[in-house]
């Protein structure tokens, strides 16, 4: 077995991607989530994106509950934007910070914002200048990396093309996202290969979904290739667009739980970050895919008498 | 990474296993169900228990069932029994493939049969002479091999000495049950690893729940250890007993796809295996856990159009 990292650091997106992808809930409900992941001990929470309202209602709130939110010592908070307006919002409200993204499948950009990958770079590329210039820095999101719900598989050479061109344009991190659940432990292998081939120094993030059971494989299989860093959402938070009833995010208690009983730190309160999980339960009023929160941690025994 | 095995062979346990631990249906459901799976290419099944009715009311019509049930050619059935009257009644069924259960966990094991581990496997001695007297296979199978929800964890080096105990008495083949969900990839190790140091000629099947999201994760570290047997129930049937709600078997859909997309060949058609689980989802009235059973496998694409 490859030596597995000691530790590694989990980004949680569950204010961002989960609540983005659910029922809207009230601007106090966000708070209150944001405030108790704060205090879970994850070091990084992507806390809200800067979108038009129309295009998603879910976040026409940001810049309030950014505002009323706590900032607590120690967490890195980061914001996801989609153009030069939403950048500009979120640097005002104080971002150092942020996302940009862009799918790896032609098809797939263009349904989502109508123009074509190419011309989604382009966009980036200033879009990274922008933040630079503002002394905030840039990750680029390559959602659909592991497979497209129009396309099918995506060749790993195209998504290490777009990494290559992304760290031309001078991004400071790549994040793949797999979009729709379509990752495996061979397609995780394969482009993880591909991109080190290619561009060994970026950092990397990876963000999966258990669309299809198999995100912690996923995660498995990163972890024996070094890779250290993930994102995951609380509860699952986020439904999954294209297959209702399905799972969505990774739930980040099933990361930790797995990722501790194999010795490797997250620095996260499992118990806090379990109580949290019954709390976006409860925000929500939908049943969260998780099983962790559902059957406790394998050190919450049930007693033997009766 | 570890070479993987290029096939492995899964056994269905939805017929016994799971359908053991939903509520009761009808005799006519159950033949319906064994049918269907007989002709999805599985090699093996786990077709029935044959336990006292007062027990387990769920399979007071096994004899029935299995008179019914097509036998397929190509098919492995196999029936798990908890003591000799159960396996003189499979054995007068015409089962050549049994099974017989302990509990790595005394307490577990007194919980379930009133009686300490080391009493059980006096018991299941006896069991292995009068199913080889007969002409039959024994599989003996550990319970909680990778965790007690009474006692906590189970240490790899007791269930090693169970495996001893059970090379000992003449067992054919063990198979260790991952009971509540308690596994993960560290545990799968050590436990292998603990077994092979010992008696590594014995065929070993692995036999896991996902009730925390750990399943395929576990499968997939032991393939990395060249484990090629491996339990799965069609749909995920078979709730889970101590958390209610949770996930309980692993779905054989789930591990297939998962396998199979890794090029890993199990003789099983997915699409023919996934219309059992919608099968199996109708015949219980129970919305199953099974994430290729919601999203479909990772293959099959959505119009990009409209």
Redesign the interface.
């Known amino acids: 077995?490859?030596e597995l990292p000691k530790s590694v650091s989990i980004r949680e997106v569950g204010p961002r991607d989960g609540l983005q992808n659910e029922d809207p809930i009230p601007t106090e409900a966000k708070v209150r989530l944001l405030d108790a992941l704060s205090r879970t001990g994850v070091r990084r929470i992507e806390a809200v994106s800067f979108v038009h309202p129309r295009a998603i209602p879910q976040m026409a709130d940001a810049d309030e509950v950014w505002q009323r939110a706590a900032k607590v010592d120690g967490v890195r908070y980061s914001a996801l934007v989609p153009n030069s307006k939403g950048a500009q919002r979120a640097l005002a409200a104080g971002f150092t910070e942020i996302e940009v993204v862009v799918s790896a499948s032609d098809?797939h950009n263009r349904?989502n914002v109508n123009r074509g990958t190419d011309e989604s770079l382009d966009d980036i590329a200033e879009l990274i200048d922008l933040l630079h210039q503002a002394g905030a820095t840039a990750e680029v999101i390559i959602a659909t990396s592991f497979?497209c719900?129009?396309?099918?598989d995506v060749d790993p050479a195209r998504v290490a093309a777009i990494v290559d061109r992304a760290v031309r344009d001078g991004a400071d991190r790549v994040a793949f996202g797999d979009t729709?659940?379509?990752g495996?432990?061979?397609?995780v292998?394969g482009l993880i290969t591909a991109v080190r081939d290619r561009d060994a120094d970026i950092p990397v993030l990876l963000h999966f979904h258990?669309?299809?059971?198999?995100?912690?494989?996923n995660?498995?299989?990163a972890l024996?290739l070094g890779v250290t860093e993930f994102d995951a959402s609380v509860g699952g938070l986020g439904g999954?667009p294209?297959?209702p009833?399905?799972?969505g995010n990774l739930?980040t208690e099933?990361a930790v739980?797995?990722l501790h009983?194999?010795?490797i730190d997250t620095d996260i309160d499992l118990d806090a970050l379990i109580e949290v999980a019954e709390l976006a339960e409860e925000l929500t009023g939908r049943?969260l895919p998780?099983?962790?929160l559902?059957?406790?941690?394998?050190?919450r025994?049930?007693?033997?008498s009766g």
Chains 1, 2 share one sequence.
């Open positions: 077995m490859a098809t349904r497979g719900p129009y396309e099918g729709t659940g379509m495996t432990p061979r397609r292998r258990n669309t299809r059971g198999t995100a912690l494989a995660l498995l299989t024996e999954c294209y297959a009833g399905a799972s739930a099933e739980h797995m009983d194999m010795g049943r998780s099983g962790v559902r059957a406790g941690p394998r050190t025994l049930t007693a033997s």
